[in-house]
């Protein structure tokens, strides 16, 4: 078992930054594939990012590319996603979900946090 916890959002005007982190917990916390999903009321959930438990294989939405960063910190079983550029369309919110083997998808995770409010003021 794993579990997640999200922090690090809030209320940013359009143009800030922010850094959420995941943290984990668990057996084998540091050896899975962590993802960044995003959703609005109303709307279905939408992939962000994605990291290889290792942190060599990163993936991204078309929609944030250039913008947002993964990354992750195997010594503190903490995945982070740097947000730059926050545009208003980016407010949701978000989760991190994990997976044991491979990289998460909207079906394959098998472990979700309890998400974490991005609010972005144009």
């Known amino acids: 078992q794993v579990q997640l916890v999200e922090s690090g959002g809030g209320l940013v005007q359009a143009g800030g930054s922010l850094r959420l982190s995941c943290a984990a917990s668990?057996?084998?916390?540091?050896?899975?594939?962590v993802g960044w999903f995003r959703q609005v009321a109303g709307k279905d959930r939408e992939f962000v990012a994605s990291?290889?438990?290792?942190?060599?294989?990163?993936f991204y939405a078309d929609s944030v590319k250039g913008r947002f960063t993964i990354s992750r910190d195997n010594a503190r079983n903490t995945v982070y996603l740097q947000m730059n550029n926050l545009k208003p369309d980016d407010t949701a919110v978000y989760y991190c979900?994990?997976?044991?083997?491979?990289?998460?998808?909207?079906?394959?995770?098998?472990?979700w946090g309890q998400g974490t409010q991005v609010t972005v003021s144009s």
């Open positions: 668990g057996r084998t916390a540091s050896k899975v594939g």
């Open positions: 990291i290889s438990w290792s942190g060599g294989a990163t």
């Open positions: 979900s994990a997976v044991e083997f491979g990289l998460p998808t909207q079906n394959s995770s098998q472990y």
